[in-house]
């Protein structure tokens, strides 16, 4: 099984520009959420889902659009990027216990 | 104010010796997490604990719940090189059916000297 994956791994972006990190999850899990992690800020959750076609803000959703098709897919969607949203952002999933983390996407927005 | 405290921030031990990091909250905690995190990856999760005074031990790491269910400790005997990372504590906030709002600790940093 893969898990978690996340992609893009990397990325940069300019001011205002919109792009989308994609999530994939290949357990079943019907719970999903983003997290975007900062120095001295910890994890912060933007939104989350608890199954397809259910979505709910988390604690920092400002800017971020989410969308749930499918159990496997949880895109994040970034309208228009802010230097404030410059951050390392993991997704996870979970049936009922722990969290599974992807590896992580450090976006950079100049 | 951070809801769950971590302490200590960083950590410096040489290897072979023991240390603890622990995790503190205000309210009852209904699921206690521990994940680690190598530095520039994902999250590894570690243990969960949910009983009031739980000990769960996997390889050479501890972790415990204390009876309150407010505060826990994570061990690691004998440290090694490969224990370094970010130790992250995580707790259900909610327990509501599959409304999950997990809150988390700043993370204690481990550097383990050869």
């Known amino acids: 099984n893969a898990g978690v994956t996340q992609t893009p791994k990397f990325q940069v972006l300019k001011t205002g520009q919109s792009m989308t990190l994609q999530c994939a999850q290949d357990m079943n899990h019907e719970y999903m959420s983003w997290y975007r992690q900062d120095p001295g800020m910890g994890l912060r959750l933007i939104h989350y889902s608890v199954g397809a076609g259910i979505t709910d803000q988390g604690e920092v959703p400002n800017g971020y659009n989410v969308s749930r098709s499918t159990t496997e897919d949880f895109p994040l969607r970034l309208l228009s990027a802010a230097p404030s949203q410059t951050s390392v952002y993991f997704c996870?999933?979970?049936?009922?216990?722990?969290?599974?983390f992807g590896e992580g996407s450090r976006l950079t927005v100049l | 104010s951070q809801e769950l405290e971590q302490s200590p921030q960083s950590l410096i031990v040489q290897e072979g010796k023991n240390l603890t990091i622990n995790c503190t909250s205000s309210k009852t905690l209904y699921g206690l997490y521990w994940y680690k995190q190598k530095y520039g990856e994902g999250l590894i999760f570690l243990m969960m604990l949910q009983k009031g005074g739980e000990e769960k031990s996997h390889e050479k790491i501890t972790a415990k719940l204390d009876e309150k269910k407010q505060q826990s400790s994570l061990h690691i005997t004998a440290s090694q090189p490969s224990h370094a990372g970010i130790y992250l504590c995580?707790?259900?906030?909610?327990?509501?059916?599959?409304?999950?709002?997990?809150?988390w600790g700043l993370g204690t940093s481990l550097a383990v000297n050869p």
């Open positions: 996870a999933s979970a049936l009922t216990g722990e969290l599974f």
């Open positions: 995580g707790a259900d906030s909610l327990l509501a059916g599959n409304n999950r709002k997990l809150i």
